[in-house]
């Protein structure tokens, strides 16, 4: 299937024009890209309240490490990291989108999931399929004196099948949401068996209750692919996925919840036929009173606010121009004149890293900057970007 370019596609090739933004912002440098800290792989970054979060994987990509670390200068300077995951090597970072993901929720409390590796404990449920218990959902929160994190659980507790990545979300009021798309015993074979499931806390991660599916609605998951949960400030959660219906319905659902994440509606996004599983991930990004979601179809990235609902988004979907691009990862930034920074990798495949890329679009979605130089990236890994106070923006990869 061939999807049609949109009016802002066209915008943003006519007025292409690398590094135009230096001319508006006070920094020379208008996107600074930096190396994650200690030579790290997949960087994920909360920025709130001035503060930046950052998360990032060291070690052997299939039984590694997850650090924390925290910069006030939005990455000149960055804190002594600390492991999240207690127990050494429990996490993962092979097909790179099964890596872990941050969320701040109240009382600036840093909450961390991510898949456990093959040497994870304690263990996921019993995996009929496999006759050998399978990969936890695993979680951990910052203590109060944010020196260190608590040990690590598993939040599986009914459904196996761990493969893509999990997610979580955490809101202002208490609430942290992790998520994942697994099957019960009995459900349908393959990846039409698959549902997203939420295990959900009203307690600050103290306490989770058992997993529950998302959604009523059967599109099956696609097994390798991530996902995405994202609390607003408003109250609304929202949740990206891509479906397996059939097999080859690849398509992004959009999720979204208006009671903390207790139900949620179901809405495609974004249809794809394919007959393959893309290993794709999601982003969301709030600005005043927008929420953009990022994602990738058919090796293009897009991004569009998804507030105001699906038809919306559709009509706004924004992608970077180029001739048969090869992109994933998408990250979004955005500053405070309202210019959205949006970057991905080019040309990464299993086992091979690729190259960064990134464009910059104002509030009309015209591109007013682009990347001109190749920076390599590591296999395994993608950019996370944040926005500076000068209007500039940082990325980090």
């Known amino acids: 299937m061939v999807l049609r370019s949109t009016r802002r596609e066209f915008l943003a090739g006519l007025s292409a024009a690398p590094f ?24 994920q970054v909360v920025l709130r309240d001035g503060v930046l979060h950052l998360i990032y994987f060291l070690g052997d990509p299939q039984h590694g490490d997850v650090f924390y670390t925290r910069s006030t ?7 002594t990291p600390v492991r999240v995951n207690s127990q050494p090597g429990s996490a993962i970072a092979i097909g790179a989108i099964r890596g872990a993901q941050i969320a701040v929720g109240r009382s600036q409390r840093v909450h ?33 004196a944010r020196r260190a994190f608590e040990p690590q659980r598993n939040l599986m507790l009914k459904t196996f099948g761990l493969d893509g990545g999990g997610t979580i979300a955490a ?48 599109t099956g998951a696609c097994g390798c692919c991530g996902m995405r949960l994202f609390a607003a400030s408003g109250g609304t959660v929202y949740g990206l996925y ?5 097999d080859v319905h690849r398509d992004i659902y959009l999720l979204r919840s208006v009671d903390g994440g207790k139900s949620f509606s179901t809405e495609m996004l974004h249809p794809w036929n394919i ?21 990738e179809t058919q090796t293009q990235v897009y991004f569009a606010p998804v507030q105001r609902g699906v038809q919306h988004a559709q009509e706004a979907l924004i992608s970077p ?15 405070s004149r309202g210019d959205t ?29 682009a990347s001109t130089v190749t920076r390599p990236t590591a296999t395994w890994s993608f950019p996370a970007a944040v926005a500076r106070p000068d209007g500039g923006f940082t990325i980090i990869a």
Not at 242 to 246: D, G, P, Y
Not at 275 to 295: H, I
Not at 327 to 333: C, E, G, H, M
Request: aromatic content about 8%; proline content about 8%; hydrophobic content about 40%.
């Open 171 to 218: 809101d202002q009021h208490g609430g942290v949401l992790v998520g994942w798309h697994g099957k019960l015993p009995g459900a349908r074979q393959g990846e039409a068996g698959r549902e997203v499931w939420i295990a959900r806390s009203e307690d600050d991660g103290a306490t989770f209750a058992a997993e529950h599916p998302a959604t009523a609605q059967l």
């Open 20 to 43: 135009a933004l230096a001319a508006t912002a006070s920094n020379s440098e208008p996107v600074r890209v930096i190396a994650v800290p200690a030579g790290g792989i997949q960087p």
């Open 73 to 79: 200068d939005f990455g000149g300077a960055f804190s």
């Open 341 to 369: 920074l949006l970057v991905w990798i080019d040309g990464s495949g299993w086992q091979r890293g690729g190259s960064l890329g990134w464009q910059i679009f104002d509030r009309a979605g015209r591109s007013i900057a």
């Open 112 to 144: 961390v999931a991510w898949n456990g590796s093959d040497q994870a404990e304690p263990r996921g449920p019993l995996n009929p399929e496999a006759g050998k218990p399978g990969s936890p959902m695993l979680y951990a929160r910052l203590d109060p």
């Open 321 to 335: 121009p180029g001739e048969n691009p090869k992109r994933k990862y998408p990250s979004l930034a955005r500053n």
């Open 242 to 246: 891509r479906s397996a219906t059939q």
């Open 275 to 295: 007959n393959a599983c893309p290993m794709s991930s999601m982003a969301f990004l709030e600005s005043g009173d927008e929420v953009l979601a990022a994602w």
